[in-house]
T-cell receptor, first 115, second 112 residues
Framework: GAGVSQSPSNKVTEKGKDVELRCDPI?????LYWYRQSLGQGLEFLIYFQGNSAPDKSGLPSDRFSAERTGGSVSTLTIQRTQQEDSAVYLC?????????????FGPGTRLTVT | GNSVTQMEGPVTLSEEAFLTINCTYTATGYPSLFWYVQYPGEGLQLLLK?????DKGSNKGFEATYRKETTSFHLEKGSVQVSDSAVYFC???????????FGKGTLLTVNP
């Protein structure tokens, strides 16, 4: 079946603009995660959704970052007033979170460049 | 909190050489351990996993054994191929904490 998809694949934006990144998880996966991959920091957890709720937002780096999930499916990560340090690859993952099936499947990522 | 330390590399090997990438972890409780691989231009893929002490995960000729006494999960392959060139990430998921904690990644280049 279809894997996790993310859009756009690449985004170039000017400093100070807002951006929205989208994630379509695997159908039926109840859990959804956002991570950020950057040269300096490696792979960092941002936020975790179970259904439409976000019980763990501990990785969001500032209040400029927010995320929502609707219908237990699609998620949007929004970065307001982008800064150059926000440049990174933003990865989304989903998992079933049922019994022993908690393997996280990753999307291809969105490469964000803030100029 | 949880943390993962892995050999950062880069690692360059000739085809058919033996590979070891070291990974150690710090976690409370009994974490599950993973190796992910990222091939050039592609997304992260799960390579193998182990969920309890002494478990051995294996896939595509790669192996890693969950060693609780040394808090390690070293990745090994007996004979690497050019197609194994990629970045390898060690990761853990601890107890009720659903998120993955990753190491910094190790770039492996295999030359013919």
């Amino acid at each position: 079946g279809a894997g996790v998809s993310q859009s756009p694949s690449n985004k170039v934006t000017e400093k100070g603009k807002d951006v929205e990144l989208r994630c379509d998880p695997i159908s039926g996966h109840t859990a959804l995660y956002w991570y950020r991959q950057s040269l300096g920091q490696g792979l960092e957890f941002l936020i975790y959704f179970q259904g439409n709720s976000a019980p763990d937002k501990s990785g969001l780096p500032s209040d400029r970052f927010s995320a929502e999930r609707t219908g237990g499916s699609v998620s949007t990560l929004t970065i307001q007033r982008t800064q150059q340090e926000d440049s990174a690859v933003y990865l989304c993952a989903s998992s079933l979170e049922s019994g022993s099936s908690y393997e996280q499947y990753f999307g291809p990522g969105t490469r964000l460049t803030v100029t | 909190g949880n943390s993962v330390t892995q050999m950062e590399g880069p690692v360059t090997l000739s085809e058919e050489a033996f590979l070891t990438i070291n990974c150690t972890y710090t976690a409370t409780g009994y974490p599950s351990l993973f190796w992910y691989v990222q091939y050039p231009g592609e997304g992260l893929q799960l390579l193998l996993k182990a969920t309890k002490a002494d478990d051995k995960g294996s896939n595509k000729g790669f192996e890693a054994t969950y060693r609780k006494e040394t808090t390690s999960f070293h990745l090994e392959k007996g004979s690497v191929q050019v197609s194994d060139s990629a970045v390898y990430f060690c990761a853990l998921r601890g107890g009720s904490n659903y998120k993955l904690t990753f190491g910094k990644g190790t770039l492996l280049t295999v030359n013919p």
